[in-house]
């Protein structure tokens, strides 16, 4: 069907491509965190009698010990409890509230004060972009089209015509 070289590399990098796009669109939609890219406020509240709790070694099991952002999202931490508390670099009064911009993705260790072990994982990633997308299918497409189109010239070679032949 494709005796020309050029046009079996087009016609199976064609198929790799939105092969590769597939296999890319299932894995962001399965392993996307949180289900969302862009960022958001998003509220942490320490609830009345934290301090009580974090003083005899226990946690609050409404507090996670580890939270997980995109980068760009804000976080407030709003204080319900009767003592201050502090989380990395905000330091919380009872009854207020404090404001921690989260910009830079990596992996943070903050201090915490209403932790029982006083540190709080904060892990912020990137956003996932059309950009970064659009590197995925061509990381999986290309690759694969250039291999299938090889594999597809041993297994089919192309026929030279008669004519072709000096």
Sequence with gaps: MFNSPGLRFIFVLLIALTAGWAISEISYLSLRPSGRDTPQQVEL??????????????EDPAILKEM??????????????????????????????????LNSPNFYQLSCSFQPGRVMGIDVRPGLTTWI???GVLSIGIPSGVLFWLYSLVLWPIRRSSSDVL
């Design 45 to 58: 509240v320490i609830p009345k009698g934290t301090a009580e709790l974090i003083e005899y070694g226990k």
């Design 68 to 101: 997980t952002f995109v980068a760009g999202d804000i976080l407030v931490v709003r204080n319900e409890d009767i003592t201050s508390h502090q989380l990395g670099p905000i330091w919380v009064p009872p009854g207020s509230s404090g404001v921690l911009t």
């Design 133 to 135: 997308r659009l590197q």
